[in-house]
Nanobody, 117 residues
Framework: QVQLVESGGGLVQAGGSLRLSCAAS????????MGWYRQAPGKQRELVAG???????NYADSVKGRFTISRDNAKNTVDLQMNRLNAEDTGVYYC???????????WGQGTQVTVSS
């Protein structure tokens, strides 16, 4: 059973930084693509950043240059470093795993990020 557990959300002032972490279990972590999504109130869930099993990253245009996604295959974790946060970054952030064999997608429970302006 694949499980994803996020941590690191909270309240931060505009211009500040937060680091989110997602711990995965129940799968061979290194073979799976991982991602961070967010959902703002009244909006659809959107991709923030993704990272392949090989470590290649991609970002939403709105976060390029401010956010960095990274993975540690030894610890089964994927992190999202968020810098220069603004009010538009507010939302619930979800960790996502795209299973390499089954192609099933798994989600964490989400962690709230609130940026005060």
């Amino acid at each position: 059973q694949v499980q994803l557990v996020e941590s690191g959300g909270g309240l931060v002032q505009a211009g500040g930084s937060l680091r989110l972490s997602c711990a995965a279990s129940g799968t061979i972590f290194s073979i799976n693509a991982m991602g961070w999504y967010r959902q703002a109130p009244g909006k659809q869930r959107e991709l923030v950043a993704g990272i392949t099993s090989g470590g290649s990253a991609n970002y939403a245009d709105s976060v390029k240059g401010r956010f960095t996604i990274s993975r540690d295959n030894a610890k089964n974790t994927v992190d999202l470093q968020m810098n220069r946060l603004n009010a538009e970054d507010t939302g619930v952030y979800y960790c996502n795993l795209d299973h390499a064999y089954t192609r099933k997608v798994y989600w964490g429970q989400g962690t709230q990020v609130t940026v005060s302006s």
